[in-house]
């Protein structure tokens, strides 16, 4: 038989994650600080330039952003003939 002191006790599920993290690489730090950082630019340069568009209007809109506040959409002069 096992004495106390060798006793294993079953780990949690916090403790099993913690274990986890602490079985990671060198390359698997430095996927997510890369992946981490990706996602950064990219929620940086959604917001910053956003994509116009239409905006969801049909074709026969133009929509422009003036540069200061929301953007100004003008409905087509309708083709003449």
């Known amino acids: 038989m096992l004495a106390d002191s060798q ?5 949690g599920f916090v ?13 698997d730090v ?4 890369l992946l981490a950082a990706f ?6 340069v959604f917001v910053e330039f956003p994509i116009l568009g239409n ?3 049909g074709p026969e809109w133009e929509c422009n952003y003036p ?8 409905k087509k002069p309708a083709p003449s003939g």
């Open 55 to 57: 905006l969801g209007f």
């Open 39 to 44: 996602l950064i630019v990219a929620a940086v």
């Open 7 to 11: 006793m294993v006790m079953p780990m």
């Open 67 to 74: 540069g200061k506040g929301e953007p100004v959409c003008v």
């Open 30 to 33: 430095v996927a997510i600080f």
């Open 15 to 27: 403790n099993m994650l913690i274990a986890r993290w602490h079985a990671l690489g060198r390359g």
